[in-house]
């Protein structure tokens, strides 16, 4: 039995429906908005958000990640939503989670890219459905999960730019406004 399978895949699983169902109901007029992430509008955001996802994918494979050079297909909404499964499919795997993967800049063990599909998702569902004016609804064990990766990654996230300097929020606030605060974002964002 692996615990941290036992731990992270609901959370993983419950994050990637919600972003599925959210991705689906962007509008076009909404490609171009603001979102919490200064850098990105949704198009970004989608684009970025997407292939990170199907990045995960592939380390939950324990697949090479494509070179640089490799170019993905514009993102869509439906294109995230679809990453979104795809994730949530592949860390469903007890296996995934052994051993070490290639994920973003190199190999690391595999239970830590777990934890980063984790943060991505709910840190980015909540992004894009500020954004987007949706809800973004976790139960109170996925948000204490997910609060525990991003204070797991935050000095890392923080070390390369991923993370902002960190937002007080009040030790008895709900877990995800905590999350939020750890990785630099505002729960109270309005764009």
């Not at 972003?19 to 198009?43: H, M, N, S, W, Y």
């Not at 979104?84 to 469903?92: E, I, L, M, Y």
Request: net charge negative.
């Amino acid at each position: 039995m692996n615990t941290q399978h036992d731990t992270l895949e609901p959370a993983i699983r419950e994050c990637a429906d919600a972003v599925a169902a959210l991705a689906t109901g962007i509008r076009d007029e909404q490609l171009q908005d603001p979102t919490p992430c200064e850098k990105f509008t949704v198009a970004d955001l989608v684009e970025h958000f997407g292939g990170t996802l199907l990045s995960s994918a592939r380390a939950a494979h324990k697949e090479a990640q494509p070179g640089e050079s490799a170019t993905a297909p514009g993102m869509t909404p439906q294109a995230l939503a679809d990453a979104a499964n795809r994730a949530s499919a592949a860390w469903s795997d007890p296996a995934a989670y052994d051993g070490a993967t290639e994920f973003g800049p190199g190999e690391l063990p595999a239970v830590v890219a777990a934890s980063i599909t984790l943060q991505e998702l709910a840190l980015h569902g909540w992004d894009l459905a500020r954004a987007t004016g949706r809800p973004f609804a976790l139960s109170e064990e996925t948000e204490r999960i997910a609060l525990g990766a991003v204070e797991q990654l935050a000095e890392a996230a923080r070390g390369n730019g991923a993370y902002g300097p960190p937002v007080p929020v009040s030790a008895d606030a709900p877990a995800f406004q905590r999350a939020l605060g750890v990785s630099g974002r505002n729960h109270v964002w309005n764009g």
